[in-house]
T-cell receptor, first 114, second 113 residues
């Protein structure tokens, strides 16, 4: 009954491949996010979706394409993987509206591009 | 300059010590403030919210100074299990709508026996 679950936990792949990471939340939240944590441990937002609508898109290469089929799911597809994409990717969710939003994170996907 | 700045540490303290972390934020439109904790190879988890009136939860006390745009976290009587990275977090409206949650780079704490 994990609140925010993402799969896979580990992803090892070759440069140039296309891969997807899936995320689901059962908290009933209306907003979901993708964060990237690089080797320096800095956590940076990539995308935010509110009720399936994209509301935040940071300066992320268009090789990254999020998809939200419903408000409980936010998947991340990455085309033509590069070495610099190696990082831990965290999915998160929150309930937006009060300005006091607290984030609940998935356990992360460690992506290694060889 | 990063929008949320923290001393990266690491802080190495003995068990039982009191340790204080500081954080500053640059956007005066920031609306809500938090401390998260992240253990090695784990996801960040909310530790506590931060208010101008102060917020205490057991051995942890958080304080916000809006005038100085400064946030603090005090840990008393440190335990080995407090060893982690502590992330200062700020919420504000995004420039194109929606809320943005901005994370500091984190302060690492090692508590030694």
């Amino acid at each position: 009954d994990t609140a925010v679950s993402q799969t896979p936990k580990y992803l090892v792949t070759q440069m140039g491949n296309d891969k997807s990471i899936k995320c689901e939340q059962n908290l009933g939240h209306d907003t979901m996010y993708w964060y990237k944590q690089d080797s320096k441990k800095f956590l940076k937002i990539m995308f935010s979706y509110n009720n399936k609508e994209l509301i935040i898109n940071e300066t992320v290469p268009n090789r990254f394409s999020p998809k939200s089929p419903d408000k409980a799911h936010l998947n991340l597809h990455i085309n033509s993987l590069e070495l610099g994409d190696s990082a831990v990717y965290f999915c998160a969710s929150s309930q937006v509206g009060t300005g006091n939003e607290k984030l609940f994170f998935g356990s992360g996907t460690q992506l290694s591009v060889l | 300059r990063k929008e949320v700045e923290q001393d990266p540490g690491p802080f190495n303290v003995p068990e039982g010590a009191t340790v204080a972390f500081n954080c500053t934020y640059s956007n005066s439109a920031s609306q809500s403030f938090f401390w998260y904790r992240q253990d090695c190879r784990k996801e960040p988890k909310l530790l506590m919210s931060v208010y101008s009136s102060g917020n205490e939860d057991g051995r942890f006390t958080a304080q916000l100074n809006r005038a100085s745009q400064y946030i603090s976290l005090l840990i008393r009587d440190s335990k080995l299990s407090d060893s982690a990275t502590y992330l200062c977090v700020v919420n504000r409206r995004g420039y194109t709508g929606g809320f943005k949650t901005i994370f500091g780079a984190g302060t690492r704490l090692f508590v030694k026996a």
